[in-house]
């Protein structure tokens, strides 16, 4: 499956719209992550452990639009769009786009 943020694939023609497919991720802010990207803020520098669960809740919300996408007959996503919000210590990666079949 293609998935892209590009409104078209290049050298591949698209015949049909499928409709438009999301997925989503919400995770849970772990305690003790939180004290230690706390410290991290203090002193500097990267926060390893909340940049591994923004990456978690990215892929996760990739694949459950891929299984979308699929689960409508698609070849393809195209015009992908990535949102990330905070609500209530919890981490939301939200994705959406076109499914569509290809040539």
């Known amino acids: 499956m293609i998935v ?3 409104p078209a694939i290049q050298g591949r023609q698209i015949t049909e719209y499928c ?3 999301a997925g989503e991720a919400i995770l849970g802010a772990n305690v ?3 004290v ?3 410290i991290t803020d203090i002193i500097g520098g990267r926060s390893s452990s909340y940049e591994a ?3 978690e809740a990215r892929e996760t ?9 699929e689960a409508v007959g698609a070849d393809a996503v195209v015009g992908v769009d ?3 919000e905070v609500i209530n210590n919890m981490l939301m990666v939200s994705a959406s786009g ?3 079949r290809l040539a």
């Open 4 to 6: 892209t943020t590009t």
């Open 19 to 21: 409709g438009i497919v």
């Open 32 to 34: 003790f992550r939180d």
């Open 36 to 38: 230690f990207a706390g």
């Open 53 to 55: 669960s923004l990456g």
């Open 61 to 69: 919300a990739l694949k459950e639009l891929e299984e979308r996408a």
């Open 82 to 84: 990535l949102d990330y």
């Open 98 to 100: 076109t499914a569509v």
